[in-house]
């Protein structure tokens, strides 16, 4: 089954990320910033680290807490150790996926389980409605071999996180938000098509060689926002030469979003009150990293 699009949507504008230090010191591209939550709604942020070299990586992320939405780790390539305050543990490894609700809240840390080599991958932090933010925390880690991949006519190769592309299910399905994360390997010359609904907000970013939509180019650490087109139907993505790229997309949630650091309500008082339970312990113990 192919996903044919009839009327693609343009390109709105091209983002260049922002070189910034998360965690402990952990040097991260930060493509989706604060300022484009509204644009990009339901989506928070959305970071990129690569390195092979161990001191841009190596002092992850120790423990630290999360309310109020998912975040959902892909790791390309390296070794990720994840520890919470439920007692949950997994380790990410080449080509897997961690996929956490943090809900009402959960302290977690994040360490590398190597010391050399590359370390590659993306973390994005997806929002959840007033009505689940604070449901009871979830996780699930998923091996490489357990993300759904098929091929398409033309050659591309697609890894489908969560959602659904050309027939396939992904890993993990959402209601309300309904986020599609698709990651695409083409070739060299040829072309990959996606069906979106509509009045879903979605952008590539771009993480080898070079792609082409809309008659622009999207180079290797971009991302292209994709304009919300009445009457379009999706995306097409071609290239020149073999290219890699995410596609995420998702419904917004139209909701006020009220953010302190790792806190993510809908008001002000929301986040008070994450910030007072934080500090009275009510978020649980401390994951040992």
């Known amino acids: ?63 630290h807490p999360h309310r109020g939405f998912e975040t959902v780790t892909y790791m390309i390539e390296g070794r990720m150790r994840h520890k919470d305050s439920a007692g949950n543990e997994g380790l990410l490894t080449n080509g897997g996926v961690q996929w956490m609700t943090a809900g009402r809240g959960v302290i ?51 890894k489908v996180i969560a959602g659904r592309s050309h027939g396939v299910d992904g890993a993990v399905q959402r209601e309300v938000t309904e986020p599609l994360y698709i990651d695409v390997d083409l070739p060299a010359g040829a072309s990959f098509s996606q069906q979106l609904p509509e009045g879903h907000n979605a952008f590539i970013f771009t993480y080898r060689g070079s792609v082409n939509l809309d008659g622009k180019a999207v180079a290797s650490g971009r991302m292209a926002i994709l304009a919300n087109t009445k009457g379009a139907d999706g995306v097409t993505i071609t290239s020149d030469e073999a290219s890699r790229f995410i596609l995420i997309a998702g419904q917004p949630l139209n909701e006020p979003i009220a953010q302190y650091g790792p806190f993510v309500m809908n008001t002000q ?15 649980g113990e401390e994951a040992q990293a």
């Open 1 to 63: 089954m192919t996903d044919q699009v009839k009327t693609p949507r343009s390109v709105e504008r091209i983002i260049t990320g922002q070189a910034v230090m998360d965690g402990a010191g952990v040097k991260i591209n930060r493509v989706l910033t604060q300022t484009l939550q509204r644009r990009l709604d339901p989506f928070l942020m959305l970071d990129n680290f690569g390195s092979d070299q161990a001191n841009d990586y190596i002092a992850g992320f120790p423990s």
């Open 108 to 158: 977690h840390s994040e360490m590398p389980e190597q010391e050399d080599g590359v370390m590659e991958g993306f973390q994005l932090w997806l929002n959840l409605p007033a009505k689940d933010k604070m449901r009871d925390p979830w996780y699930r880690d998923f091996n490489g071999a357990d993300v759904p991949v098929f091929s398409t006519e033309q050659g591309a190769k697609v």
């Open 269 to 283: 008082a929301e986040i008070f009150a994450a910030v007072e339970d934080f500090r009275a312990g009510k978020l």
